[in-house]
């Protein structure tokens, strides 16, 4: 079946530091993905669309600057938290919509990224 | 602007115990519905969907789920639990054609005792 991966699953950094989160589709090709984020005991909530070759399209209330996402190629999105504070430690999880007719009605989940910002 | 609605956050059921969980969606427009279940370590995995058409879904692993427009419902059922079906439950909705992100509930964490 479809798989979609991320990278790195656990992270840690410093207050003030970027960190990036790559999510890869790995059997197909994925025009459109997207990021959520998940608070412990809560439910996701969408972040932001990624489309290959576009610009993301950010969800009400989600800072642009802060969250940068770039879908270079119809594989690979990947999500950079800038000028990391402890408030952005959550869940965060991308999913991908293959580009195929015959699956693009269902999105595949990767398996989360914890980021821990100390 | 769409929302999801899970009326049940933890449930406890013994095997072999039917399960229903609800769902409740807002949204005046056409919409997708969508069952995902998250196991213990593991993504999230789709259990069944509904685009259009008949408003019984049949999904992996013995589930089912009935839209009720009306109602604006889909709830989640199974006749008969497993140990195995300890998991956390998310009801996700999307509009129109599904190219939209997914708005989800917050989740029901289902317990099942051997």
């Known amino acids: 079946g479809a798989v979609v991966s991320q990278h790195p699953s656990r992270v840690i950094c410093k207050s003030g530091t970027s960190v990036k989160i790559e999510c890869r589709s790995l059997d197909f090709q994925a025009t459109t993905m997207f990021w959520y984020r998940q608070f412990p005991k809560q439910s996701l909530m969408l972040m932001a669309t990624s489309n290959e070759g576009s610009k993301a399209t950010y969800e009400q209330g989600v800072e642009k600057d802060k969250f940068l996402i770039n879908h270079a190629s119809l594989t690979l999105s990947t999500l950079t938290v800038t000028s990391a504070h402890p408030e952005d430690s959550s869940f965060y999880i991308c999913?991908?919509?293959?580009?195929?007719?015959?699956?693009?009605?269902?999105?595949?989940f990767g398996e989360g990224s914890w980021l821990t910002v100390v | 602007a769409q929302s999801v609605s899970q009326h049940n956050h933890h449930v406890i059921l013994s095997e072999a115990a039917s399960l229903e969980l609800g769902c409740n969606y807002s949204?005046?427009?056409?919409?997708?519905l969508f069952w995902y279940v998250q196991y213990p370590g593991q993504h999230l995995q789709l259990l069944l969907k509904?685009?259009?058409?008949?408003?019984l879904v049949k999904g992996i692993k013995g589930f089912e789920a009935e839209f009720i427009k009306s109602k604006f419902s889909f709830n989640l059922r199974k006749p008969s639990v497993q140990w195995s079906d300890t998991a956390e439950y998310f009801c996700?909705?999307?509009?129109?054609?599904?190219?939209?992100?997914?708005?989800f509930g917050k989740g029901t964490h289902l317990i099942i005792q051997p």
């Open positions: 996700a909705v999307n509009s129109g054609g599904g190219a939209d992100g997914l708005t």
């Open positions: 949204y005046g427009g056409t919409v997708n």
């Open positions: 509904y685009f259009s058409g008949d408003p």
């Open positions: 999913s991908a919509r293959p580009w195929d007719r015959g699956r693009s009605d269902t999105i595949y």
